[in-house]
């Protein structure tokens, strides 16, 4: 059983640019959320795909934008970046859009300069 | 507004000192509280569900409890393999599993 991989695992950007982060989700799960946790604090939610479609979204600018494909692997954009979105980007996926059990990947680190 | 506040923001034991960590929240109806480890580096790691006050669940050394306001993960005689960050969260009833997280509790046992 494949678990959930992310990449890419380490990244840098520069304020104002755009970036895309990778999630495959772990085999049998139709459902993916994205979370951002920064330095010494507990992950956020961001928005939640379930079957190709966002059915969550967390306290999120729009300029936080994702997609879910059909074979329930998912990707992060965020454009215009700012330094506050320096931040571990976490992935996790779980059977059914409404269970908290959820199994996350290792995580994209991002940081903006 | 829905919020988990952990406590201790960190704590060290000894091995085979026993301790509590504690999870306070409030949430419009609860429709689960979790406990998750998360190690340096990584993604957190699922443990528990709790859905009900008076529930209890165990895992090797770790025993999660809940009652009307509170959590408590008890860790029994630890070693230094479950030093990590703990932490909890809350899922309130709706039609996602968004999670509200605390700020965790990092966790370091000394041989």
């Known amino acids: 059983e494949t678990g959930v991989t992310q990449s890419p695992t380490h990244l840098i950007k520069t304020r104002g640019q755009q970036v895309t982060l990778r999630c495959s989700s772990q085999?049998?799960?139709?459902?993916v959320s994205w979370y951002q946790q920064a330095l010494g604090q507990g992950p956020q939610f961001i928005f939640q795909?379930?079957?190709?479609?966002?059915?969550g979204r967390g306290n999120f600018p729009p300029r936080f934008s994702g997609l879910q494909f059909p074979n329930y692997s998912s990707e992060l954009n965020v454009n215009a970046l700012e330094l506050d979105d320096s931040a571990l980007y976490l992935c996790?996926?779980?059977?059914?859009?409404?269970?908290?059990?959820?199994?996350f990947g290792e995580g994209s680190r991002l940081t903006v300069l | 507004e829905d919020q988990v506040t952990q406590s201790p923001e960190a704590l060290r034991l000894q091995e085979g000192e026993s301790s509590s960590l504690n999870c306070s929240y409030t949430?419009?109806?609860?429709?689960?509280l979790f406990w998750y480890r998360q190690d340096p580096g990584k993604g957190p790691e699922f443990l528990f569900t709790l859905y009900s006050a008076g529930e209890e669940k165990e895992k090797e050394r770790l025993k999660a409890t809940l009652t009307k306001k509170e959590s408590f993960l008890h860790i029994t005689a630890p070693k230094p393999e479950d030093s990590a960050t703990y932490l909890c969260a809350v899922q309130h009833g709706g039609a996602t599993n968004k999670l509200i997280f605390g700020t965790g509790t990092l966790l370091a046992v000394q041989p």
């Open positions: 949430v419009s109806g609860l429709r689960g």
């Open positions: 996790a996926s779980s059977l059914g859009g409404s269970t908290g059990e959820l199994f």
């Open positions: 795909y379930y079957r190709e479609e966002e059915n």
């Open positions: 085999s049998g799960h139709n459902t």
